[in-house]
Nanobody, 122 residues
Framework: QVQLQESGPGLVRPSQTLSLICAVSGASITTNFYSWGWIRQPPGKGLECLGV???????YYSPALKSRTSISRDTSKNQIILQLDSVTPEDTAVYYC??????????????WGQGTQVTVSS
């Protein structure tokens, strides 16, 4: 029932800011005990979580990307917003939005968007 859809530019120039939107349907981003995160996967590499935002609005960021990352939300539109500043070609990746919850004694991203390809190139 929960559906997530990422959208944004497919191409970003180096040093610019990447902005992506995750549109959530089938669940409210303010529902208690859920968090919503941004994860990326560069070509040939593993998954990397950029950060999450709780239902309350509290945010948590990867230490490696915290200085460049901002996750916010638009509750009226039920959207999660990612901003990544000063991008370089190393930021080229498929970017995913996903829901985080506690299940069976552990935390997991149980619902994912299909992902959107972002290429950083001049």
């Amino acid at each position: 029932q929960v559906q997530l859809q990422e959208s944004g530019p497919g191409l970003v120039r180096p040093s610019q800011t990447l902005s992506l939107i995750c549109a959530v349907s089938g669940a409210s981003i303010t529902t208690n005990f859920y968090s919503w995160g941004w994860i990326r996967q560069p070509p040939g590499k593993g998954l990397e979580c950029l950060g999450v935002i709780r239902y309350s609005g509290t945010t948590y960021y990867s230490p490696a990307l915290k200085s460049r990352t901002s996750i916010s939300r638009d509750t009226s539109k039920n959207q999660i917003i990612l901003q990544l500043d000063s991008v370089t070609p190393e930021d080229t990746a498929v970017y995913y939005c996903a829901r985080l919850l506690r299940s069976s004694g552990h935390y997991e991203f149980d619902h994912w968007g299909q992902g959107t390809q972002v290429t950083v190139s001049s």
